[in-house]
């Protein structure tokens, strides 16, 4: 555990909000200097999409977690405390946690350093989400997709967003560096100082916040790290950039970032409470926070996270300036779709079927952002840009497809109009761009378990 | 009449995870604030009629030691789903900026 027992308050250092996004390192040098008891940082999220978890690739690159673990796993280890990582590799699943880990082995081998480590292994094994399935153990969130054997079976990467236990159980048995799959943003924070015996409803709070590094503060130049020290009756959040500002306003407000309800913030083991925080500055640049509060839930539960191949994907860009066309769009793109299946048949006969192929358009200067939900209906812009998107099986037939989808497009004759027209302008050559398989998020689930390590298997290795 | 973006100091949307969609409109000072809370021009049926939902699919809170409101929506199209073109979900907000209040 700890070999710096905290004694009245215990001081969290969070590097930065995703590991790879970068920090200062004046900010991440005065963190050492207030002399946290360990330091952890979230590296991972679904705010890049399906594709990470669904290819096994993250979506920073290796240079770039390999400067901010190097300054991080240095600074830890010359302090001699834990470091924690979580959701390693965007994703969190097995390829995402090895690619992690061999930059660690890297910058070990470079720095000679020797330590012990734990990898904790969060990808889930198909059999046992079945069995779970089939004992009623899994549930759905609002909103969510169907989730059966079926699904379970498509997905190319289920794994399980692990609890602040699996975590604390690396560090009790030893590991100084924890190398986390899927994990909770919040419990990477929250496990030791809740193990210490400092409030719940304080330390989970306190974790919400510095998960994020440096986005509390009023006006966040670049990501960076942020400090918390948490006591028994409130805890004290302060930017480590002498430059940045935490108010009273930007903490309370931080509660609301990518969550649908500002004071009720769901975990595994229960629910963070933020009904009763109250927030006051301490001076111009760090806060105090008081009364919230940690209700346990009667069941432990834990988030899942799939990915499944849609198929492959092959697009063209083009646009398009004559009045007479933009004013006819919708039935423009109705009698293309026509043209184009018509080819499909053709080409392909019955060896595809109907929907086996997904033409998806977006129309830039009508709805292109907003889609179904863009309320300006009657929009008659100067010009429109059109993303013609082809899902296909294969790549092959997908830009197979996007070509004819090209040539249709192009040539579409209108009433207005006699004679040949040429009615997109097309800025490649060729007009398609292949995009590799695509992947959609496929489960808005939790798993009920009985005990908070069974999904998460805790590896340790000795790294030199 | 002021429009909503005249008086807040952001307007912002985002992914609270890749099925739903929140909103958050915040203020820097309380009068102005209290002000827009007290207007009764933004308000859960406010929000819906925007984005053409029923009112039982918006949550909708006002967050007084934050100075903001917030709005939480299922996403039409789950985020990076084929037909989804806001994958961070980070532009749904626009519409919002042009309540009158």
Known sequence: ?464 | MTKLADLASLIRSKNAGPFSLTIDIMFDNPDTYRKVKESGKISARAVADIYGLSENNVQFFFVDNALAVKASIPRPVTQGDLGDADSHGGQQYAPLMEIDI
């Open chain 1, 1 to 464: 555990m700890l070999k710096k027992v905290p004694n009245g308050e215990i001081r969290v250092l969070s590097a930065t909000g995703v590991l790879g996004s970068g920090f200062l390192e004046s900010s991440f040098r005065n963190g050492l200097e207030r002399d946290p008891h360990f330091i952890a940082s979230d590296a991972g999220s679904t705010d890049p999409g399906p594709a990470p978890l669904g290819s096994g690739k993250p979506s920073f690159p290796a240079s770039a977690i390999k400067r901010d673990l190097r300054l991080m796993l240095l600074g830890a280890q010359r302090a001699g405390i834990p470091l924690i990582i979580g959701s390693c590799g965007t994703a969190g699943g097995e390829p995402h946690l090895q690619f992690v880990y061999k930059i660690l082995r890297e910058i070990a081998a470079e720095e000679g350093l020797s330590f012990p480590a734990a990898l904790i292994h969060a990808e889930q094994d198909k059999a046992y989400l079945k069995a779970k399935l089939r004992d009623g153990k899994i549930r759905a969130l609002h909103p969510a997709p169907e989730f059966d054997e079926n699904t379970i079976e498509r997905s190319e990467r289920i794994v399980g967003m692990m609890g602040a236990e699996p975590i604390l159980a690396a560090i009790e048995a030893g590991a100084q560096v924890v190398l986390a799959g899927r994990s909770s943003d919040t419990a990477i924070f929250a496990g030791l100082p809740t193990r210490y015996g400092f409030p719940e409803g304080l330390s989970w709070h306190a974790a919400k916040i510095l998960e994020c590094g440096a986005a509390a503060a009023t006006f966040r130049k670049n990501p960076d790290c942020i400090m918390a020290s948490i006591s028994h009756d409130s805890f004290v959040i302060e930017p480590l950039d002498p430059e940045l500002r935490c108010t009273p306003q930007s903490i309370a407000a931080h509660s609301l970032y990518e969550n649908t309800d500002p004071y009720l913030i769901v975990e595994s083991s229960g629910t963070i409470d933020l009904r009763g925080a109250q927030y006051e500055a301490v001076d111009d640049r760090s806060v105090r926070v008081r009364g919230s509060s940690f209700r346990h839930a009667d069941t432990y539960t834990v988030k899942l996270e799939g990915a499944e191949l849609v198929g492959y994907q092959s697009l063209v860009l083009g646009s398009v300036r004559d009045p007479f066309i933009i004013r006819q769009i919708d039935d423009w793109l109705r009698r293309l779709d026509d043209k184009v299946r018509g080819r499909i048949k053709e080409l392909y006969g019955h060896s595809l079927s109907d929907n086996a192929i997904t033409l998806n358009v977006h129309v830039y200067g009508k709805n292109g952002t907003m889609g179904d939900l863009e309320p300006v209906k009657d929009a008659t812009p100067h010009e429109i840009c059109l993303l013609f998107l082809v899902t296909a099986p294969t790549q092959e037939i997908a830009t197979a497809i996007a070509s004819i989808t090209r040539h249709q497009a192009l040539h579409l004759p209108i009433p207005e109009w006699s004679g040949l027209i040429t009615g997109i302008a097309c800025p490649f050559s060729p007009a398609y761009l292949d995009r590799g398989p695509v992947y959609r998020f496929n489960v808005n689930h939790v798993v009920e378990v009985d005990d908070p390590l069974e999904m998460f298997d805790i590896e340790h290795v000795q790294v030199n």
